[in-house]
């Protein structure tokens, strides 16, 4: 007996172990769902198309199984593209089932009308439509099998009319997802290891591609007398039980960081594509190996690149070095790390007037969050406070769009790790810009009944936004907002929702908010003047602040100036 397109459709989503699609129905979409429903897959709806992305991804991420969309044709499924953009650059699995209209109407502009191809092409490993129903398995095979091995998105477009076809020659194509080890060669390992030996202060600087290589890179560094600095994404794999580690560099990290990348003679870096280029050493050696060949040198130049699997390349790398007897760059290092720390715990207290600085509540929620549990915070302060003041422990994971930097990531990305991992405690840190940009998704929260606790840091404005402004001289220009209560909104819609306006309350509510049984979100009138501080002082943002200061105090607004010293210094 022939199958419609659709049924073979969900049967590869299956095979390619697929748990979940995310999405909302329509008419071109309507006999894809019919199947889906029939089947072992989830079906979570949403009420954005780009929350449903964005969930997708983070579920992806998380778990690096196969996660899928599902949308209608031209609106429905072109609303994904900015959730598609944030997976394909996380290097998260997804796949998406791109409905579209009838072979017949395309290329006559019609109704709903759009050109897939074109649209998703820069966000994805693959991309193709279904032209004949007999391609149906061959081509969704080898979408699932792309996004799983290039490790990206794959979009797949089936016009209704294919989607509803007789499938007559089905043959079994499958998914294979083969994971081959990856090292350099003899001669590029001995080369690696003829630098690094050569290198009096050693250090390291290591990324997200060093997920599951902590313990190689503990005992590189053990030998080379190297102190370790990571980017934002490896903070969850690489700062728990690691004596060698100096936290980050960048606008984000410490001093610590920052300065021992730029003072060493030699670096090591490893699975790490930050983007930055004034972060790296100008004189430096540096070694760099990547999975991805396209990564060595896009950034800063290099001495030497490889191609290879951070894990087994290091334990191929350690023989041939050789062990460092000064270990005075990297006890300078851990020691000006241990100071920097405890400088900004020395600042995560409550504000003046009994006012609530964002970093404060986060150090709250740090302190009575799970040991396990997975945060996702906003773009803008929320991610800046949650990377700088919540404990990695080798169980905790903190997630946000740290590469491709859009609002709005953090609800919906909570409900995609809430999805994939039930028994966790899952925490979304929102900014009151990203989560009104998305309310919607609270009405999710509830349809699908995601037990997820949400905190707003409610300052009515686009905080992050504002700090740009005034580094560079200029006063708040559009980045005011003007908010609903969101404790007594979640509450109106059928969630936990409470409001706390002094510091005074918040750890009691923090610890009421954590215990809650099932969805609760808790809004925060956290301090609106609080600055993210680098962990370097230039001279451009400083005259800018100072510019800003001069034209507020003219604009009558120097009561402002004096408690943004008072907040920050």
Same mark, same amino acid.
């Given at each position: 007996?022939?199958?419609? =397109?659709?049924?073979?459709?969900?049967?590869?989503?299956?095979?390619?172990?697929?748990?979940?699609?995310?999405?909302? =129905?329509?008419?071109?979409?309507?006999?894809?769902?019919?199947?889906?429903?029939?089947?072992? #897959?989830?079906? =979570?709806?949403?009420?954005?198309?780009?929350?449903?992305?964005?969930?997708?991804?983070?579920?992806?991420?998380?778990?690096?199984?196969?996660?899928?969309?599902? $949308?209608?044709?031209? /609106?429905?499924?072109?609303?994904?593209?900015?959730?598609?953009?944030?997976?394909?650059?996380?290097?998260?699995?997804?796949?998406?089932?791109?409905?579209?209209?009838?072979?017949?109407?395309?290329?006559?502009?019609?109704?709903?009308?759009?050109?897939?191809?074109?649209?998703?092409?820069?966000?994805?490993?693959?991309?193709?439509?279904?032209?004949?129903?007999?391609?149906?398995?061959?081509?969704?095979?080898?979408?699932?099998?792309?996004?799983?091995?290039?490790?990206? *998105?794959?979009?797949?477009?089936?016009?209704?009319?294919?989607?509803?076809?007789? *499938?007559?020659?089905?043959?079994?194509?499958?998914?294979?997802?083969?994971?081959?080890? #990856?090292?350099?060669?003899?001669?590029?390992?001995?080369?690696?290891?003829? #630098?690094?030996?050569? $290198?009096?202060?050693?250090?390291?600087?290591?990324?997200?591609?060093?997920?599951?290589?902590?313990?190689?890179?503990?005992?590189?560094?053990?030998?080379?007398?190297?102190?370790?600095?990571?980017?934002?994404?490896?903070?969850?794999?690489?700062?728990?039980?690691?004596?060698?580690?100096?936290?980050?560099?960048?606008?984000?990290?410490?001093?610590?960081?920052?300065?021992?990348?730029?003072?060493?003679?030699?670096?090591? &870096?490893?699975?790490?594509?930050?983007?930055?280029?004034?972060?790296?050493?100008?004189?430096?050696?540096?070694?760099? #190996?990547?999975?991805?060949?396209?990564?060595?040198?896009?950034?800063?130049?290099?001495?030497? $690149?490889?191609?290879?699997?951070?894990?087994?390349?290091?334990?191929?790398?350690?023989?041939?070095?050789?062990?460092?007897?000064?270990?005075? +760059?990297?006890?300078?290092?851990?020691?000006?790390?241990?100071?920097?720390?405890?400088?900004?715990?020395?600042?995560?207290?409550?504000?003046?007037?009994?006012?609530?600085?964002?970093?404060?509540?986060?150090?709250?929620?740090?302190?009575?969050?799970?040991?396990?549990? &997975?945060?996702?915070?906003?773009?803008?302060?929320?991610?800046?406070?949650?990377?700088?003041?919540?404990?990695?422990?080798?169980?905790?994971?903190? +997630?946000?769009? &740290?590469?491709?930097?859009?609002?709005?990531?953090?609800?919906?990305?909570?409900?995609?790790?809430?999805?994939?991992?039930?028994?966790?405690?899952?925490?979304?840190?929102?900014?009151?810009?990203?989560?009104?940009?998305?309310?919607?998704?609270?009405?999710?929260?509830?349809?699908?009944?995601?037990?997820?606790?949400?905190?707003?840091?409610?300052?009515?404005?686009?905080?992050?936004?504002?700090?740009?402004?005034?580094?560079?001289?200029?006063?708040?220009?559009?980045?005011?907002?003007?908010?609903?209560?969101?404790?007594?909104?979640?509450?109106?819609?059928?969630?936990?929702?409470?409001?706390?306006?002094?510091?005074?309350?918040?750890?009691?509510?923090?610890?009421?908010?954590?215990?809650? /049984?099932?969805?609760?979100?808790?809004?925060?009138?956290?301090?609106?003047?609080?600055? *993210?501080?680098? /962990?370097?002082?230039?001279?451009?943002?400083?005259?800018?602040?100072?510019?800003?200061?001069?034209?507020?105090?003219?604009?009558?607004?120097?009561?402002?100036?004096?408690?943004?010293?008072?907040?920050?210094?």
């Amino acid at each position: 007996m022939s199958k419609k =397109v659709a049924e073979i459709l969900v049967e590869v989503l299956e095979q390619a172990g697929v748990k979940r699609c995310y999405g909302i =129905v329509g008419d071109t979409l309507n006999l894809f769902a019919e199947n889906l429903e029939r089947s072992s #897959i989830d079906w =979570v709806h949403v009420r954005h198309e780009e929350a449903g992305a964005f969930a997708a991804g983070a579920e992806a991420l998380l778990t690096n199984n196969l996660t899928a969309c599902a $949308g209608s044709c031209g /609106p429905g499924s072109l609303h994904f593209i900015n959730g598609l953009y944030e997976a394909n650059r996380n290097r998260a699995p997804v796949v998406l089932i791109a409905s579209q209209v009838m072979m017949s109407d395309m290329g006559f502009e019609f109704i709903q009308e759009v050109d897939f191809k074109t649209v998703f092409k820069e966000c994805s490993v693959f991309c193709d439509m279904i032209l004949t129903p007999d391609q149906a398995r061959k081509k969704a095979a080898m979408a699932c099998q792309a996004a799983l091995t290039k490790q990206g *998105v794959a979009v797949l477009i089936v016009p209704v009319d294919i989607s509803h076809g007789e *499938v007559h020659e089905d043959f079994p194509y499958r998914v294979h997802h083969s994971k081959p080890t #990856i090292i350099p060669n003899s001669e590029e390992i001995d080369e690696i290891a003829r #630098i690094l030996n050569a $290198g009096k202060k050693v250090a390291i600087y290591a990324g997200a591609g060093c997920e599951r290589a902590l313990e190689e890179i503990r005992v590189v560094a053990e030998v080379l007398k190297a102190p370790v600095a990571h980017t934002s994404r490896a903070k969850s794999f690489l700062e728990a039980d690691n004596p060698f580690n100096v936290g980050m560099t960048g606008i984000l990290g410490s001093e610590a960081g920052y300065n021992a990348i730029l003072d060493c003679d030699t670096l090591l &870096l490893l699975g790490a594509d930050f983007a930055w280029r004034q972060f790296y050493p100008d004189q430096a050696k540096i070694v760099q #190996i990547d999975i991805d060949p396209t990564h060595l040198g896009r950034r800063h130049h290099i001495s030497f $690149g490889a191609v290879g699997d951070i894990k087994p390349t290091l334990r191929a790398l350690l023989p041939c070095l050789e062990e460092n007897d000064d270990a005075s +760059f990297l006890q300078e290092y851990v020691q000006r790390y241990a100071k920097a720390m405890a400088s900004w715990n020395s600042h995560l207290v409550p504000g003046h007037d009994d006012t609530i600085p964002g970093s404060y509540l986060t150090s709250l929620i740090n302190r009575y969050a799970d040991d396990d549990a &997975l945060i996702a915070g906003d773009d803008g302060t929320p991610i800046v406070w949650a990377i700088r003041h919540t404990t990695a422990n080798g169980k905790r994971r903190v +997630f946000g769009s &740290l590469l491709h930097g859009t609002m709005a990531t953090a609800l919906p990305s909570a409900l995609g790790l809430k999805k994939a991992a039930p028994e966790r405690q899952v925490i979304a840190m929102c900014g009151d810009g990203g989560l009104s940009m998305l309310f919607g998704e609270l009405l999710t929260v509830i349809q699908e009944n995601v037990p997820i606790k949400i905190v707003v840091f409610d300052n009515h404005k686009l905080g992050f936004v504002e700090i740009e402004q005034k580094s560079e001289g200029m006063l708040d220009t559009f980045t005011r907002l003007k908010n609903p209560d969101f404790g007594k909104v979640a509450e109106a819609i059928g969630l936990w929702g409470k409001t706390v306006r002094k510091a005074s309350e918040i750890e009691a509510a923090v610890q009421e908010w954590l215990a809650q /049984p099932g969805p609760a979100l808790l809004n925060v009138l956290v301090s609106p003047l609080e600055l *993210v501080r680098p /962990p370097f002082v230039e001279l451009k943002p400083v005259v800018g602040m100072a510019l800003y200061s001069t034209r507020a105090i003219l604009h009558g607004r120097g009561a402002e100036v004096l408690e943004l010293v008072r907040e920050n210094f």
